[in-house]
C-alpha cells in the first residue's frame, strides 16, 4: 500500500495514527533528555508511556553508558516536564520489565531508542511488538547508524527491507531513522 502522505520525520509518525485509523496511545522506549518525548506530547495521546532506566548502564550502547549525573537530571527534568499531564506515565526500568505492565494489542505507537546494540534491539523489538495493535507502527532511532545493531536487528524482524520505511531526519547516516507497519 502507497502511502498518500509524507513521512520523513520521527516527529510526524504521529500522523500515522490518523491515517491508519490506530488507537492513539503510544510508547517511547529510551527517552533520555525527553525531548522526543515532547514531539509525542504534541501527537494529542490519550495515553504516552516514557520509559528509560535513567541508570549507568556500561554494556547499553547509545546513552546508557553516560555518567550518573547525566540520567538522574535527566530523569528530574522529565517527570518536571509532565507532572501535571495525567496521560503520561513516566515508567523507571528495564524496558522489558517495564513492557510487562502494558496490555498486549494496545498501542498505536511504539518508538525505540533504547539499548542499541544487536541484541539489545532485538530484544526490545520481541517484547514491545505484542504492544501493538494488528496495524500498529514500531519506529526506531539510529537504524542507519553504522555503529549499533539497529538496522540488522530491525531487518532481521521484518523478513528483508522491503517492509521497512526509512526516516531521513537531517540527512546524516548517524541519525536516519526507520518505521514499519505491524
Given at each position: 500500500?502507497?502511502?498518500?502522505?509524507?513521512?520523513?520525520?520521527?516527529?510526524?509518525?504521529?500522523?500515522?495514527?490518523?491515517?491508519?485509523?490506530?488507537?492513539?496511545?503510544?510508547?517511547?522506549?529510551g527517552v533520555a533528555?525527553?525531548r522526543?518525548?515532547?514531539?509525542?506530547?504534541?501527537w494529542d495521546?490519550?495515553?504516552?508511556?516514557?520509559?528509560?532506566?535513567?541508570?549507568?548502564?556500561?554494556?547499553i550502547?547509545?546513552?546508557?553508558?553516560?555518567e550518573?549525573?547525566?540520567?538522574?537530571?535527566?530523569?528530574?527534568?522529565?517527570?518536571?516536564?509532565?507532572?501535571?499531564?495525567?496521560?503520561?506515565?513516566?515508567?523507571?526500568?528495564?524496558?522489558?520489565?517495564?513492557?510487562?505492565?502494558?496490555?498486549?494489542?494496545?498501542?498505536?505507537?511504539v518508538?525505540?531508542?533504547?539499548?542499541?546494540?544487536y541484541?539489545?534491539?532485538?530484544?526490545?523489538?520481541?517484547?514491545?511488538?505484542?504492544?501493538l495493535?494488528?496495524g500498529?507502527?514500531?519506529?526506531?532511532?539510529?537504524?542507519?547508524?553504522p555503529?549499533?545493531?539497529v538496522?540488522?536487528?530491525?531487518?532481521?524482524?521484518?523478513?528483508?527491507e522491503?517492509?521497512?520505511?526509512?526516516?531521513?531526519?537531517?540527512?546524516?547516516?548517524?541519525?536516519?531513522?526507520?518505521?514499519?507497519?505491524?
Amino acid at each position: 500500500m502507497k502511502l498518500t502522505i509524507e513521512i520523513k520525520y520521527r516527529r510526524d509518525l504521529g500522523k500515522l495514527l490518523d491515517y491508519f485509523v490506530l488507537p492513539r496511545k503510544a510508547a517511547e522506549v529510551g527517552v533520555a533528555e525527553g525531548r522526543f518525548s515532547l514531539e509525542m506530547h504534541k501527537w494529542d495521546l490519550d495515553e504516552l508511556y516514557l520509559v528509560d532506566i535513567w541508570e549507568n548502564v556500561p554494556f547499553i550502547e547509545g546513552c546508557g553508558s553516560f555518567e550518573q549525573s547525566w540520567h538522574d537530571k535527566n530523569y528530574n527534568n522529565v517527570k518536571e516536564q509532565f507532572k501535571d499531564d495525567k496521560n503520561v506515565l513516566i515508567m523507571k526500568g528495564f524496558s522489558h520489565k517495564m513492557a510487562q505492565l502494558i496490555p498486549d494489542n494496545s498501542l498505536g505507537i511504539v518508538y525505540l531508542d533504547g539499548d542499541h546494540t544487536y541484541a539489545g534491539v532485538k530484544a526490545d523489538i520481541q517484547v514491545w511488538w505484542s504492544k501493538l495493535v494488528e496495524g500498529g507502527i514500531m519506529g526506531f532511532h539510529d537504524y542507519k547508524n553504522p555503529t549499533y545493531g539497529v538496522m540488522r536487528a530491525v531487518t532481521e524482524h521484518m523478513g528483508g527491507e522491503q517492509n521497512i520505511n526509512i526516516l531521513e531526519e537531517d540527512g546524516k547516516i548517524e541519525n536516519i531513522g526507520a518505521w514499519v507497519k505491524k
